[in-house]
């Protein structure tokens, strides 16, 4: 654990303020749930929860299923990072953040699909140079929880109908463990 320098009192309601700078790094919005935990030390701990990492086996099957299925690398994203991969490397996967252009795409709740090379390519992984062919949302009692796409191993290939299915399946899958 890494001290900030920042102290903060509570008010009288029981309540902490999170530094802005704190939020931005660790992207936290207005209205994200954090869970507490304590230890014996008396440290208390604030997390951000995803209810996609309740889920981390089911996410991983998900995504081994559908990458075979669909004959393309499967990734699985909480609200900010990479939860289960299949057909990838794990290790230069994992724990990977969202890049900014899914965050958008998840916070305008749409599905995506790279059909043409003459399109932009999508990259929705932070640092990673393979582009989406299809993104679906994870939603769950009307919430954003994450994502499922598949990535291209090759330049310029394109989704076909059945990775764009697959993707959507999973995600409304997922969508509904968490709601369960």
């Known amino acids: ?24 790094t660790m992207r936290i919005r207005e209205g ?3 869970e507490i935990y304590t230890n014996p030390d008396g440290e208390v701990i604030f ?7 309740e889920l981390s086996e089911g996410a991983v099957q998900a995504a081994e ?6 004959s393309a690398p499967a990734v699985v994203f909480d609200n900010d990072h990479v939860v289960a991969v299949s057909g990838i490397s794990k290790k230069e996967y994992s724990q990977r953040r969202l890049s900014p252009a899914l965050e958008e795409l998840l916070q305008q709740r749409r ?24 993104i679906a949302p994870i939603i ?11 990535v291209a191993e090759k330049e310029n290939e ?10 959507k399946t999973a995600a409304l899958f997922l969508g509904k463990q968490i709601g369960d």
């Open 65 to 70: 299923v559908i990458a075979k299925l669909g």
């Open 111 to 134: 599905s995506y699909e790279y059909t043409s090379a003459a399109e932009r390519a999508f990259y929705p992984v932070e640092g990673m140079n393979a582009h989406a062919l299809a």
């Open 1 to 24: 654990m890494k001290a900030t320098g920042i102290v903060r009192r509570i008010d009288d309601l029981g309540r902490v303020v999170i530094p802005k700078e704190i939020r931005r």
């Open 47 to 53: 997390k951000k929860y995803s209810p996609i990492n």
């Open 140 to 150: 769950s009692g009307g919430d954003v929880s994450g994502a499922v796409a598949f």
């Open 158 to 167: 394109c989704a076909t109908v059945k990775q764009a299915l697959l993707a």
């Open 32 to 34: 994200d749930p954090l």
